[in-house]
């Protein structure tokens, strides 16, 4: 998915890496053998305290021009991940959207994790251990968000910034 500028390189389980001008905002290996790298969504179930990703190979994924949905049911929910990028902005959204299909209230965390690497993507791969040093985190409380720089390289270098936010609907 992409506006051109910003793109979101999406795999059918919900791995995938982010790519703006360049650079590789988070890691992206392609390999066919695993589909580890990515943004993903974690769900705990409270009460259990199982953990289960909320995208996988065995849900189901649809691609469209301007979006990638991914649904999967596990535990007795039903995750549905719906990614977009803005088409004016160099913004990637992820929505997700939870159903409890069972008949008893449950308690879920939801976690996101990615491995931001803000580097050349095409020197990336080849220094993987390089390319996740130097990435420093602030978070940010007006902005209710997390913020990711690389320190510079040199004087002249335009930092990239990476912002990772989640907006909530209802009780925090």
């Excluded at 990515?38 to 994924?61: I, M, N, P």
């Excluded at 008893?104 to 080849?126: N, Q």
């Excluded at 220094?127 to 040093?133: E, G, K, L, Q």
Aim: charged share 25%; proline share 4%.
């Amino acid at each position: 998915l992409s506006n051109g500028r910003l793109t979101s390189l999406l795999t059918s389980s919900g791995g995938g890496g982010l790519r703006w001008h360049g650079l590789a905002l988070t890691r992206y290996e392609p390999d066919a053998t695993r589909d580890d790298d990515g943004c993903w969504f974690y769900l705990r179930d409270e009460e259990s305290h199982k953990v289960w990703l909320a995208t996988s190979q065995e849900g189901r994924t649809t691609y469209a021009m301007h979006h990638a949905d991914f649904h999967l049911r596990n535990e007795g929910i039903s995750a549905h991940v719906d990614v977009s990028v803005a088409a004016a902005d160099d913004v990637e959204v992820r929505q997700i959207t939870l159903h409890n299909e069972t008949d008893r209230p449950r308690r879920l965390s939801v976690t996101s994790a990615a491995r931001p690497v803000l580097f050349d993507a095409a020197r990336a791969p080849t220094h993987p251990a390089f390319s996740s040093m130097f990435v420093e985190s602030d978070w940010i409380p007006e902005l209710d968000a997390l913020v990711f720089s690389r320190r510079r390289q040199t004087v002249d270098e335009e930092p990239a910034v990476l912002v990772h936010r989640v907006v909530r609907e209802g009780k925090a």
